[in-house]
Nanobody, 122 residues
Framework: QVQLVESGGGLVQAGGSLRLSCAAS????????MGWYRQAPGKQRELVAK???????NYAQSVKGRFTISRDDAKNTVYLQMSSLKPEDTAVYYC????????????????WGQGTQVTVSS
């Protein structure tokens, strides 16, 4: 089994910064991609940023130039550096690990973290 544990959320004023971390633990041989999604009240969960094992990053248009995603494969950890935060960034942020393989003979699975609240005050 694989667990994802997020940290780094909190309350920040508009224009401020936060750094989210997500560490994957358990039986892990490889992870195709790790990413961050968010869900605001009354809205659907949306992709914020994703980074592949080859370090290719994709961002939602709304966060381009403000957020930076990175990963440390040795630690199975993904980070999201968020700068110039806006009130509309307020949401629960979920970490996702896509295409996790636990052994050479196992199939790939996806996992989610429990979520961390990010609140940006105006």
């Amino acid at each position: 089994q694989v667990q994802l544990v997020e940290s780094g959320g909190g309350l920040v004023q508009a224009g401020g910064s936060l750094r989210l971390s997500c560490a994957a633990s358990g039986s892990i041989l490889s992870i195709n991609a790790m990413g961050w999604y968010r869900q605001a009240p009354g809205k659907q969960r949306e992709l914020v940023a994703k980074i592949t094992s080859g370090a290719t990053a994709n961002y939602a248009q709304s966060v381009k130039g403000r957020f930076t995603i990175s990963r440390d494969d040795a630690k199975n950890t993904v980070y999201l550096q968020m700068s110039s935060l806006k009130p509309e960034d307020t949401a629960v942020y979920y970490c996702n690990a896509e295409g996790v393989r636990s052994s050479w003979w196992s199939s790939r699975s996806d996992y989610w973290g429990q979520g961390t609240q990010v609140t940006v005050s105006s």
